[in-house]
């Protein structure tokens, strides 16, 4: 290696050159005739390095597309602009509002908007049941076959001899609606619970309502809004308390009863008057009971860095509400039955006719 070349190294390598017979002149023209690579071959960095040769000049302007200078508008041109712009978007919002109207009340930007969107009724849809297995669900929905068809053969059996007659279960069921609402669980403990259960269990439905809103108790405003829901459930689900609506009642369904004016037959004190006879339909809390949630944890500080920690509990309860009806039938088989008692064997009389049971030749006295 000739001692230019070691000039070069040195300075490559940011080292001083000890070599005096070695000039800058002979450095500089070593270095001219280094060849340097036009891109990086370790970094990954998207920056590119400068074209060096003619032919990737020529090739990155042939690449390259003509780019057009944006023509500037004017102040009149982008009002002008904007006013197409807002009348468009004044038409769609229109155009959403009418389909909301029919289809829903869900607002224009609203998520869940397009999925109201009227389908075409002409295509053919597809039907995503088609390629399913049965023999693949088989586990799920039919895990005990031979069971399942001892079953059935007893229903039918069991139909059979009672020639298609129902019984008293089953005529209860098909005639009398009920539905059973269970709350989620409060922050409250069972003993604080139950009395509020107790009180409103046998009242009619907006009575209850209406003790629940004026109640001390704190749960109480939770309980207020578990009946509130309940009975909206009932009355769509069930389509109970329907039978005494008229078209100028409609605009309280749905409302709370103890904020609105009541209704002749919702009236709390005529149910305590003798003889009155409320609607079939009325709904009112046949069974009312608490269930018993898991405790919760609650840090408790108290002094000299001592933490006690509390299990608050937690309750809900659970309604059943059923209709005038039902209670209406429980009523008349109850005083039936006392009829029966009363009429029966063990109803007393003053000499009642019994069996001589010692029969003498003579008399006794």
Not at 94 to 114: H, M, V
Not at 188 to 199: D, G, H, N
Request: proline share 7%.
């Amino acid at each position: 290696m000739g001692p230019p070349r070691i000039a070069l190294r040195g300075v490559c390598q940011a080292r001083p050159c000890r070599n005096s017979s070695v000039t800058i002149a002979d450095v500089y023209s070593r270095m001219s005739t280094l060849s340097l690579r036009s891109e990086r071959s370790i970094h990954t960095s998207p920056i590119s390095c400068a074209p060096t040769t003619v032919k990737e000049k020529t090739t990155n302007a042939k690449s390259a597309a003509p780019t057009k200078t944006p023509e500037a508008l004017t102040p009149e041109q982008r009002l002008q602009l904007a006013k197409e712009r807002a009348a468009q978007k004044r038409a769609q919002e229109k155009i959403d509002q009418e389909r909301n109207f029919r289809y829903g009340a869900l607002a224009p930007t609203s998520l869940f908007g397009r999925d109201l969107v009227e389908k075409d009724k002409t295509a053919v849809e597809d039907n995503p049941f088609v390629d399913r297995n049965p023999e693949n669900m088989a586990m799920a929905l039919d895990p005990r076959p031979t069971a399942r068809s001892r079953w059935q053969r007893r229903m039918v059996i069991r139909d059979v001899r009672r020639r298609g007659r129902p019984n008293k279960e089953m005529r209860i069921a098909r005639s009398e609606r009920n539905h059973l609402s269970r709350s989620y669980f409060f922050k409250t403990s069972m003993k604080k619970l139950a009395p509020l259960a107790r009180q409103i269990a046998g009242k009619p439905i907006d009575e209850a309502i209406l003790q629940m809103r004026f109640s001390k108790k704190k749960v109480a405003k939770e309980v207020h809004e578990h009946l509130l829901q309940a009975r909206n459930e009932a009355i769509v689900m069930k389509g109970m308390g329907l039978g005494s609506v008229n078209a100028s009642d409609e605009a309280t369904i749905g409302q709370d009863p103890s904020e609105t004016r009541a209704l002749p037959n919702q009236t709390p004190s005529k149910t305590l008057r003798k003889g009155h006879a409320p609607a079939e339909t009325d709904i009112y809390v046949a069974e009312a009971w608490t269930n018993k949630g898991p405790y919760g944890q609650e840090p408790e500080f108290r002094a000299r860095g001592r933490v006690n920690m509390l299990r608050p509990p937690n309750t809900g309860i659970s309604v059943l509400l059923k209709e005038e009806k039902t209670r209406s039938r429980q009523q008349a088989e109850k005083e039936a039955k006392a009829l029966r008692k009363r009429m029966g064997k063990n109803m007393w009389v003053h000499l009642p006719d019994r069996k001589v049971t010692a029969q003498r030749q003579h008399l006794l006295w």
